[in-house]
């Protein structure tokens, strides 16, 4: 048996994935286009097409070579047949980019919907997961984070909901 490496699965996915968490840059949106629930919503991933995009591609392509000279020194085993993609074919900047174009991809969407301080324009829920400016409505989902919480969200978004059951009993219990 040989084997082979592909940067997508064992570079590229965690890669993005953990330089979305700490660059911040390029970013989408989800806006409303209508008061009505049945409205739809106007979401743009923008992906790599924001401002900062480039930034972004830069930096993974870094990151790629980098792993590639790391990685590269250890496959001098038999074992191991060598890099399957994007392959020993890419290898100019430009070839790099137009893999991490078309290849690089997150379905770890959050953040729309932040918690945050009453100061910040941004924040559409306090503390308490209320939707400002809305009675009554909660939201605890994976929107509701300030910032990416981590590589894997579903569990910090389990730990929030969590939070979240306690804040609504305690404030059923302050009612009754
Ligand atoms: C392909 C894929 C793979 C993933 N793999 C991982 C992984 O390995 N690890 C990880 O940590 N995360 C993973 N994620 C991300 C993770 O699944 C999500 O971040 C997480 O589920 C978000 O939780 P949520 O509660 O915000 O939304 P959701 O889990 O999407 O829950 C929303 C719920 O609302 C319901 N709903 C929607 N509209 C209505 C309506 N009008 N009325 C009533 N109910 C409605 C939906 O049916 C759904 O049950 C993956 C995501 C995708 C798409």
Redesign the pocket.
Known sequence: MLFHYHWLGALGYPLSSKHKKRSDLSRGFVNLTGPGPQDPLNIQKLRFQAAQGPQDVADLREALKRARGIIGGLTVSPWIEGETSPGSRVQTDDEIDEYIYENVFG??A?CTNKMGADDDPMAVLDGNFSVRGAAGLRVV???SWPDVPGY????P?YMISEKAADVVIAAASRRS
């Not at 894997?152 to 569990?155: A, L, Y």
């Open positions: 379905h770890h959050c989902d994976a929107s894997f969200i579903t569990t978004t």
